[in-house]
């Protein structure tokens, strides 16, 4: 199913400034308990640019940078995708 993740988290969150100084969106896929960053996340990152993606069921971490270019501020969301929908599991300021 074709879904508008831009549009579907700004529904989950409204507060969110989309993607105002960049970000990301990776399906996760698996932990990598050797390292202790963010590379521990296994998963394929999402196409940037096009917010209208086939995404499959499972668990996506997103993360959204807001406020100045040359000090951004990230937030992450861990979101699960079921058959079209976003439901948002836990987020992190």
């Known amino acids: 199913m074709m879904l508008n993740w831009c549009k579907e988290l700004t529904n989950l969150d409204p507060s969110i400034s989309?993607?105002?100084t960049g970000g990301?969106?990776?399906n996760v896929s698996g932990l990598d308990k050797t390292v202790t960053n963010g590379y521990s996340i296994e998963g394929?990152?999402?196409k940037a640019g096009d917010y209208t993606?086939?995404?499959a069921n499972g668990l996506y971490l997103d993360c959204n940078k807001?406020?100045?270019k040359s000090k951004p501020k990230s937030d992450y969301r861990l979101i699960?995708?079921?058959n079209g929908s976003l439901k948002l599991i836990d987020a992190v300021f």
């Open 66 to 68: 807001e406020g100045k």
């Open 53 to 55: 993606e086939e995404l």
């Open 44 to 46: 394929n990152f999402v």
């Open 24 to 26: 990301w969106l990776k």
């Open 18 to 20: 989309f993607r105002k």
């Open 80 to 82: 699960k995708v079921d």
